[in-house]
């Protein structure tokens, strides 16, 4: 019984000691955001990595998903007779939930993981260290321009797979269910509000700050050579994609309950 | 204003509940090269790590120049750790940027230089390390060991740092390689007329670049001196640790 006690209580103690020092990084990352020197050039380069190149990746994904929406909602709902609202359920799940959740997800596992690994190196080989002695902030060397570009390029990773997730659903409708193509886009036009787009930026800037904390900061605390470089990019992973499904649930029910 | 480049009083520092550091006293003249010589897990690292800022230390006082970096804060220490260098043990060097961006870091992050000029300067501190021009364009991981060193040590001193750190710039490398490590350590901190601090456990490497000897154990300093001092001390400790004998009174815990 003592030795249960004992375990839970060193369990608990390790888990508000991470969460301590989990709050300081974010305080450190964020003060650094906004005080100069600022390296536009790392930011750049960041831009492209987690921006440009995850460009395939969440296109095949948000087209797939746009697809599948379509054939389920046709079949669903054919039996009520109500198969003109495959444009609008297309619309609505894509853009508030399925286009933002996948850019998110991939973004963890192809970003979040290099991220990770790339910093968690660093560390273990003093590479931080070595930033140091050379005057130069390894926060705002590494993770400023990191998590400034998660925040700013998700949202726009996201408006893509948005268009892309319905155009996946149009041409399911079109050329497999044998829709009307200028119907089809007329009630999707219809039935767009500003709220659609708004809760995908919303969402993906939220996501993409979780997504480069979570890698800098794993990879910032690793320890202990190859093996420490190898937990630190499960646990940006793991501990990103998690974090992503909560918090996508909670922005929903921020927006669309009332 | 003392001649001391480095000044450092009873500094401690523990990680949980084991003291690393337990009153260490140092000076380094200007100019001096001092080895700070111990066996492996004595704190050596941590000790320069404290001095350049990267660990607090729990208490005492280092001074650099007259100046107490640890009662001052981060941002006016900034102006003390510039004037420092480090070589790294592994070398530590960038490997998502090339041979020269390596060297040059610290001239354009900090000194602003515009790139031309730093390469040019990067190319020309190579060369004092006896490395070719043509390495500049390499990644730091086409390269052996002995010239990954000798780029760390090009990046250290291209700064033209006050005080350059090396973290045992011996171990890995063959003994000639050693050796001319050693000697490019010499010229290269004679050349720039810095103060060196280095930790090395390597004996021939210590013997070779230093002014002055102290001895680290348990987390105090418990001997120091020159190197003919060094072979005739009585200390039992010094006597064991350079002669590299597993009998006498440092017991190494397993």
Not at chain 1, 162 to 174: A, E, L, M, N, Q
């Amino acid at each position: 019984m003592e030795k249960f006690l004992r375990r839970l209580g060193k369990t608990g103690v390790t888990f508000i000691c991470r969460l301590g020092e989990l709050s300081l990084f974010i305080g450190r990352a964020l003060y650094n955001c906004m005080t100069p020197p600022f390296y536009f050039k790392l930011l750049g380069r960041q831009f492209l990595d987690i921006g440009f190149y995850s460009l395939p990746v969440v296109a095949l994904t948000t087209i797939f998903a746009g697809m599948v929406i379509a054939l389920q909602t046709y079949s669903g709902f054919s039996s009520y007779g109500a198969e003109s609202a495959v444009a609008a359920v297309v619309l609505i799940s894509v853009t508030r939930e399925l286009a933002p959740v996948f850019c998110g997800l991939m973004v963890a596992g192809r970003i979040g993981a290099a991220m990770a690994a790339e910093i968690g190196t660093m560390r273990v080989t003093e590479q931080i260290d070595a930033l140091t002695t050379l005057s130069t902030n390894p926060f705002k060397y590494l993770v400023t321009p990191r998590i400034l570009a998660g925040i700013i390029v998700l949202p726009l990773l996201v408006i893509v797979g948005d268009i892309i997730g319905i155009f996946g659903g149009y041409v399911v409708s079109i050329y497999q269910l044998d829709f009307n193509p200028a119907n089809y886009i007329n009630s999707t036009i219809d039935e767009l509000q500003t709220i659609d787009i708004v809760t995908g930026l919303i969402k993906g800037a939220v996501f993409g700050f979780i997504i480069s904390l979570m890698g800098c900061y794993n990879g910032y605390k690793s320890r202990g050579g190859a093996q420490g470089v190898g937990e630190a990019t499960t646990n940006a992973v793991v501990t990103s994609s998690i974090l992503i499904l909560i918090f996508n649930y909670i922005i929903t029910g921020m927006l669309f309950t009332k | 204003m003392t001649e001391n480049k480095i000044e450092i009083r009873g500094l401690h520092k523990a990680f949980g509940k084991k003291k690393v550091l337990d009153g260490v006293d140092i000076d380094v003249k200007k100019g001096e090269s001092l080895v700070v010589i111990g066996g492996s897990g004595t704190g050596k690292s941590v000790l320069i790590k404290c001095i350049q800022g990267i660990l607090t230390p729990d208490s005492g006082s280092i001074k650099i120049d007259d100046v107490d970096i640890t009662q001052i804060s981060h941002k006016e220490a900034e102006q003390s750790y510039a004037k420092m260098g480090m070589l790294f043990q592994g070398a530590a060097l960038f490997d998502s940027l090339k041979v020269w961006e390596n060297v040059a870091f610290g001239l354009i992050e900090n000194q602003k230089m515009p790139r031309r000029e730093a390469k040019t300067e990067a190319i020309r501190v190579l060369r004092q390390v006896g490395l070719a021009p043509d390495v500049a364009d390499l990644s730091p991981s086409e390269l052996s060991g002995g010239m990954q060193k000798r780029v760390g040590l090009a990046r250290a001193i291209a700064t033209k740092p006050e005080i350059i750190f090396f973290d045992e710039p011996t171990t890995g490398l063959d003994p000639i390689m050693s050796d001319v490590i050693n000697d490019l350590i010499i010229e290269s901190v004679k050349g720039i007329g810095a103060t060196a601090l280095t930790i090395t456990h390597d004996m021939a490497s210590a013997r070779k670049i230093a002014d002055k000897i102290a001895m680290l154990y348990k987390g105090k300093i418990i001997w120091q001196g020159t190197v003919k001092e060094m072979d005739k001390t009585d200390n039992p400790y010094v006597k064991q640790f350079i002669k590299g004998s597993s009998q006498g009174p440092i017991s190494v815990e397993v």
